[in-house]
C-alpha cells in the first residue's frame, strides 16, 4: 500500500518558468510532510519541509504547499533553472512514536534551457 | 568534510555470498536509518536506529541484519545475499527523529547480485 503518491514520473518546464511537483498521500496521522531532490549517483538532499499545522512554507525559490483536506501537497519551484533538473521525492512522517520516513516513487524533473 | 559516508560505492556479489555495507557519520547524530531505492518504487526504509546499542525493523528488513555499537558507525549486513538484493543503499541519519529538519543521506552502495 503506497502511503505517499507521485503520479507524475516526469515533468519538463522552460527555463524560468514555474515547476509543480504533486504529491498525494493517504494516511491522515502524517505530521511531517518534506522535499528531497536527487541527482544521479548521488544521495538525495533535503529541500524542504512542513508542518501539517501550515498550509505553507517558503525557502528562497521553493515553496511547498499543504491541501489536508485533500490530502494533497506540491512544490512550486520559481524561476526554474537548469541546476534543478533532477528526481524530486516527497516523503512523510508521523510525529511521535515513528522514525519510518515514508517515501513517494518520485518525480524527474527536466528544466529546458 | 561532515556528513555521511557509505562504503564500497559499487559491489557485486554472486548468490548466496555475505557481505557488510559500511556507513558512518560524523555529526554526532542519534538517528541512523538505511534505504533502498529501486526502479519505481521510491525510497524503502530497511533498518533504523534511534542510538547506540537500539535498532528496530523498517519496511523491508529480511535479509538484512544491523547493529549499532557506537554512535558514529551503522554497518547493514547482507547474510546470504539474493538476485533481489540487486538496488541502491542509502545510509541515512539525522539529530531529529522525524525528520523534519532533514535527514542527511550518503552517496550510495550499488549493489549487483549475480
Known amino acids: 500500500d503506497q502511503q505517499v503518491k507521485q503520479n507524475s514520473p516526469s515533468l519538463s518546464v522552460q527555463e524560468g518558468r514555474i515547476s509543480i511537483l504533486n504529491c498525494d498521500y493517504t494516511?491522515?496521522?502524517?505530521?511531517?510532510f518534506l522535499w528531497y531532490k536527487k541527482y544521479p549517483a548521488e544521495g538525495p538532499t533535503f529541500l524542504i519541509s512542513?508542518?501539517?499545522?501550515?498550509d505553507k512554507n517558503e525557502d528562497g525559490r521553493f515553496t511547498v504547499f499543504l491541501n489536508k483536506s485533500a490530502k494533497h501537497l506540491s512544490l512550486h519551484i520559481v524561476p526554474s533553472q537548469p541546476g534543478d533538473s533532477a528526481v524530486y521525492f516527497c516523503?512523510?512522517?508521523?510525529?511521535?512514536?515513528?522514525?519510518?520516513?515514508?517515501f513517494g516513487t518520485g518525480t524527474r524533473l527536466t528544466i529546458i534551457p | 568534510n561532515a556528513g555521511v559516508t557509505q562504503t564500497p560505492k559499487f559491489q557485486v556479489l554472486k548468490t548466496g555470498q555475505s557481505m557488510t555495507l559500511q556507513c558512518a557519520q560524523d555529526?554526532?547524530?542519534?538517528?541512523m536509518s538505511w534505504y533502498r531505492q529501486d526502479p519505481g518504487m521510491g525510497l524503502r526504509l530497511i533498518h533504523y536506529?534511534?542510538?547506540?546499542?537500539?535498532?528496530d525493523q523498517g519496511e523491508v528488513p529480511n535479509g538484512y541484519n544491523v547493529s549499532r555499537s557506537t554512535t558514529e558507525d551503522f554497518p547493514l549486513r547482507l547474510l546470504s545475499a539474493a538476485p533481489s538484493q540487486t538496488s541502491v543503499y542509502f545510509c541515512?541519519?539525522?539529530?531529529?527523529?522525524?525528520?523534519?529538519?532533514?535527514?542527511?543521506f550518503g552517496s550510495g552502495t550499488r549493489l549487483t547480485v549475480v
Open positions: 541515512a541519519s539525522s539529530y531529529d527523529r522525524t525528520g523534519y529538519y532533514g535527514y542527511t
Open positions: 494516511n491522515s496521522m502524517f505530521d511531517y
Open positions: 512542513i508542518s501539517s499545522i501550515k
Open positions: 516523503a512523510a512522517n508521523v510525529a511521535f512514536g515513528n522514525e519510518k520516513l515514508t
Open positions: 555529526m554526532n547524530h542519534e538517528y
Open positions: 536506529s534511534v542510538g547506540a546499542g537500539i535498532t
